[in-house]
Structure formats: structure tokens, C-alpha cells
């Protein structure tokens, strides 16, 4: 998950009002994801958000994707979407370096009633990745910054034809759509991955300015 900027507002690049009209539209979570909001507004943690939420889980349901890599989960907000869209036969493999976010993840998701579909695997999402077998019907990129394009190239040759690549904060607080100031790697990869996933022509990228960005890309 991206590491928060100073400043780091979770309506992301929307307008306020705007964000703040398409949030109060949305029906209210469960008690799991309620108090995982809480938690990650109480302590800075990085996570989709509802609205986000709510695109990946449709997503993964109107595509059948019943093998999904999460890339970056923290504490399993993003992860408690997508394995309850997948449903029962599904599996989703949660990703995570810190030891504090596999636990806390670990509770969330059981009392979501999801971890049984969830395998966690703790260290770099990169290396875990790596290590794990097998073809993918959607990948969901939220490491740090500077490893998106790496992830990308990771990810692509592991998604099936007809797969989806989905990566968060691709607008990055709006900065993608600026020139990088100097030393500013974060958002000088950001652009990069954007452009790859655009010049790569058996990808069909999609960018919806949702919150801090939000990119959907179909393999062909």
C-alpha cells in the first residue's frame, strides 16, 4: 500500500464536494469494513477506500475472476471486497511486509467470514509474486510508487488472456498529470507505469479519476 504524503487527504484528486457527494450516496458497511475505515482514518493507513471498494468488487463479479493476486494489501480492506465478490470458490492471496498488518489482517478477514479464501503470504509483494505458481484472472497493483513499473512487468505475463491488471493511485494527488519536480521518483513512476500500461498493445487501459485514480486494463 502507498505510504501517505504529507497532507494526504482520502478523497484523493476528486473535488471535495464531489468526493463527499458519491461517498454519502453509498450504502453503509458492514460492521468489519466500518471499523476497518475507522482504523485506517485513526491511524493513516492507506486503503481504497468504499467507492473503490465497491469498483473492484464489481469488477471481479462481472468478470468471473475466481484467482485474484492482491499486490499490496495492509490490512485486508481492499482484500475483504474482492474475496467476498469471488465468492466461495474463489481465491485471493493477500500481500504484506509488516508483521502488524498480517495479524490485524488476519482478524478482519475472519470475521468477514472470507479467510478461508484468503492465503496470506507476508514479505514483498514482488517476491511473493514470484513465488507463487500459476496464472492469474486478476492482479491488483498497490506496492509502493516506485515499484509499479516493476510490478507491472511482473504481472502482465502472469495474467491469463482476458485477464484483468487493476493498479490504484495512478493520478497520485493529481501530481501524474504534472512534471515530476526533481527527485520526486514516486510520481516520475507512476507516469512511467502509466504509460506503459498505454503503449502496451495487448493491454486496453482504462483510467477513471475515482478517488486517487484508479486504472482497469483487460489483456487480450
Not at 2 to 18: H, N, S
Not at 202 to 212: A, G, T, Y
Request: aromatic share 8%; glycine share 10%.
Amino acid at each position: 500500500m502507498a505510504r501517505p504524503l504529507p497532507g494526504y487527504a482520502p478523497e484523493g484528486v476528486l473535488q471535495p464536494g464531489i468526493d463527499r457527494y458519491i461517498n454519502q450516496l453509498l450504502p453503509p458497511r458492514d460492521a468489519v469494513l466500518a471499523e476497518m475505515e475507522r482504523l485506517a482514518k485513526r491511524e493513516r493507513i492507506p486503503i481504497i477506500g468504499p467507492a473503490c471498494g465497491r469498483l473492484l468488487a464489481l469488477v471481479a463479479q462481472v468478470s468471473g475472476a475466481r484467482r485474484i493476486f492482491e499486490m499490496g494489501s495492509a490490512i485486508g480492506y481492499s482484500t475483504v471486497w474482492l474475496a467476498r465478490a469471488i465468492g466461495q470458490e474463489g481465491k485471493i492471496y493477500w500481500t504484506d511486509a509488516d508483521p502488524k498488518n498480517l495479524v490485524r489482517a488476519r482478524q478482519f478477514l475472519r470475521r468477514a467470514g472470507v479467510l478461508n479464501r484468503v492465503e496470506m503470504l507476508e514479505g514483498d509483494a514482488l517476491v511473493s509474486l514470484k513465488k507463487t505458481p500459476g496464472m492469474f484472472d486478476m492482479i491488483f497493483i498497490d506496492v509502493g510508487k516506485e515499484q509499479y513499473p516493476a510490478a507491472l512487468h511482473l504481472a502482465f505475463p502472469r495474467l491469463r488472456r482476458g485477464g484483468l491488471l487493476i493498479a490504484d493511485n495512478v493520478l497520485w494527488y493529481g501530481r501524474a498529470a504534472r512534471p515530476a519536480k526533481r527527485g520526486d521518483r514516486s510520481t516520475r513512476s507512476i507516469q512511467q507505469f502509466n504509460r506503459e500500461i498505454h503503449a502496451n498493445k495487448r493491454l486496453f487501459p482504462v483510467i477513471l479519476p475515482l478517488r486517487d485514480g484508479v486504472a482497469v486494463c483487460r489483456k487480450g
